[in-house]
């Protein structure tokens, strides 16, 4: 089970769907055919500071060969979250103290690099439905949000 915070700032409300929509809009970006998943990082100004959607590494063939064939596609495709950090570092841009949203709670692997780049919070839709499959993972996630004092919040 997953348990969130509460959102009680009433302006993040608004914010929080606006940075929610744009990284649903990013993530159709991604060519994958059975996962699309965006991630849209803010300072504290509500600025953007990078975006990220689930894909290949620059300059790796993308083909739908490649990606339907989950042998090939798991060890090169780059998470959402990943190409945001990873893009931030590419343009010398610092993510310590910002906020990420995501449309899919973050994974273990994807948790571990938002711990390090210092994202502060984590802001995903309040209506996902978490397949079994990834529940554990997910949980684990969750719990290392926790303990490394992310905030995580549905929106």
């Not at 339907?68 to 931030?88: G, V």
Request: charge should be negative.
């Amino acid at each position: 089970m997953i348990t969130l915070s509460p959102d009680t700032d009433n302006m993040g409300d608004k914010w929080d769907g606006r940075f929610i929509e744009l990284a649903t809009h990013i993530s159709g970006w991604s060519k994958d055919p059975s996962t699309k998943v965006g991630c849209v990082v803010v300072g504290e100004d509500r600025e953007i500071r990078s975006t990220g959607f689930n894909g290949f590494p620059r300059g790796i063939e993308d083909d739908l060969d490649r990606l339907e064939d989950r042998e090939q596609k798991y060890p090169l495709i780059c998470h959402a979250e990943e190409n945001a950090i990873m893009h931030a570092a590419r343009v010398g841009v610092s993510l310590k103290g910002c906020v990420a949203y995501v449309t899919w709670p973050p994974c273990t692997r994807c948790t571990r690099s938002l711990i390090q780049a210092g994202i502060v919070e984590v802001v995903f839709p309040n209506d996902i439905e978490i397949p079994e499959r990834w529940q554990k993972d997910f949980a684990m996630s969750m719990n290392m949000m926790e303990e490394a004092g992310i905030l995580v919040r549905s929106a």
